[in-house]
């Protein structure tokens, strides 16, 4: 992130950061994130003074969220202070409690939320090239802090960057936005160096009482725990941002070994990417978590923090796990493997199918025209019945069946053991992840014998049953509805 050298004043300092980082060329079209307080405030009196030689063209832009009583008046401080230099003044108004709870969100993911699509739409409306924000280098620290000890990787650790893509903001409007940048002049400075400007400066911020709400993570780490690091090094700011810096350059390094590897050995469609499976396992396990990782980014764009523990499970499963098998990985995602691949796919890539699911009426018997059949087979070959892309049709091992199989509804407590997996899950999980329908549930009809679950028709064959190189009779399962 560049060389600071001492003794300059912020405005040197900062113009010299977008230097070095190319934030953005001079005759720019910027859209400034201004709430109001010292670091917004701030860079839009230090972006006014750069913009008479760079030959910038500002846009302020304001959200108010509704969250506390004083934000109205804050945004027509906001908008006078835009009209005073001349810059045209943006503001939305949202009712973020009512969207925080609708989508299932914190209001602090909410309202990030709100405010950067409305940044995106501005720029879009004027032509923006780039976004401003006025993070800090202390709110870099804060945010390496943060992933740190919520035991994030180099993805996590390098923080936020100089300039970076709305896309990698992770936030679905901007899936297929056109290229534009985020960027953040003030990382440059501290948050001290900010105040001290606003003082010279004779800048008046508004001051948010929200920010000394201790029971925001964020704040926390702030008030509570930075200021107790600062006992034991009191340069722990720039600390953290070196450490961000360090690790943005290895990370960097990373990715560019990962891409490698994804334009070599993956092949991406829309639902799935596949990698051949004999490769697979002779990756090492951290690329295969970070490939794993770049497929569910291909997958779920807007998918923010995917957790370690999930991932690293599905890499150490797919390592070991006979075919046949499958694991969740991640929200409305799975890792599946047959004999010659592993398959990262959408459980939504079934769901259309899943929709029409053969049901069982009140007297236990198949509705809506469904039939169910299970006969033996004559011939078969193991490679074919693996193959099979049929989720209403499923292979079992005879020999392993107790009883003749027969149907019935699920029952409270019902469990089985998934194809591939070492452990016994609830039924109802898998129901919830997969993303059944509560109205489906009830009446999904079960492939049972002598009670064991040997097949939940459209998800999961059960383990015990599988058919391997061993079995001596296969008998086939299917589930056919008769056209009326």
Request: some cysteine.
């Amino acid at each position: 992130m560049g060389v600071i050298i001492q003794n300059m004043s912020l405005r040197q300092l900062v113009e010299l950061f977008i230097r070095e980082n190319a934030l953005f060329q001079p005759g720019a079209t910027l859209v400034l994130g201004v709430s109001g307080g010292p670091d917004s405030l701030c860079l839009l009196d230090l972006l006014t003074e750069l913009s008479h030689t760079w030959r910038l063209s500002l846009y302020v832009a304001h959200v108010n969220h509704r969250l506390r009583p004083e934000a109205a008046d804050e945004a027509e401080r906001v908008r006078a202070e835009a009209e005073a230099r001349a810059w045209p003044f943006y503001l939305q108004e949202v009712d973020t409690k009512n969207i925080a709870a609708q989508n299932k969100l914190s209001l602090e993911e909410a309202a990030r939320n709100l405010r950067y699509q409305f940044l995106a739409e501005v720029a879009q409306q004027v032509n923006a090239q780039s976004v401003a924000v006025a993070h800090t280098q202390n709110d870099q620290a804060e945010t390496v802090l943060m992933h740190f000890l919520r035991g994030s990787g180099l993805s996590g650790l390098k923080g936020m960057m100089p300039k970076t893509i709305f896309g990698d903001l992770r936030i679905k409007e901007f899936s297929k936005l056109p290229i534009l940048h985020l960027v953040r002049p003030l990382l440059a400075a501290s948050r001290a160096e900010v105040e001290a400007y606003c003082a010279e400066r004779g800048l008046k911020p508004v001051q948010d009482a929200s920010n000394r709400d201790t029971t925001f993570f964020r704040n926390r780490l702030r008030h509570e725990l930075l200021p107790k690091l600062a006992h034991y090094n009191p340069k722990i700011i720039s600390v953290l941002n070196r450490t961000a810096t360090v690790l943005a350059g290895e990370h960097a390094l990373a990715q560019e070994y990962v891409e490698q590897q994804w334009k070599a050995y993956a092949q991406a469609a829309e639902a799935e990417v596949q990698f051949e499976l004999i490769r697979w396992r002779a990756f090492s396990i951290p690329l295969q978590r970070a490939l794993l990782r770049r497929a569910i980014q291909h997958l779920r764009p807007t998918l923010r923090d995917i957790d370690f523990t999930p991932l690293d499970a599905a890499v150490r499963w797919s390592r070991a796990a006979l075919t046949g098998g499958q694991c969740d990985v991640a929200e409305g995602v799975c890792v599946h493997i047959n004999y010659t691949a592993v398959i990262v796919r959408e459980w939504e890539a079934e769901l259309p199918a899943l929709a029409t699911a053969p049901q069982l009426a009140a007297d236990g018997a198949l509705a809506d025209g469904w039939e169910f059949y299970a006969a033996p087979l004559s011939h078969w070959v193991l490679t074919e019945l693996e193959s099979n892309s049929n989720i209403w049709r499923a292979f079992v091992d005879a020999d392993k069946l107790t009883a003749p199989p027969t149907l019935r509804a699920r029952r409270e407590g019902d469990r089985l053991q998934p194809l591939g997996q070492s452990g016994h899950s609830k039924l109802s999980d898998l129901f919830i992840n997969r993303k059944i329908e509560a109205r489906l549930r009830a009446h999904w009809p079960l492939v049972v014998s002598n009670e064991a679950i040997v097949w939940v028709p459209g998800l999961h064959l059960a383990e015990p049953f599988k058919v391997t190189a061993d079995t001596k009779t296969v008998l086939k399962l299917e589930f056919v509805k008769r056209e009326t």
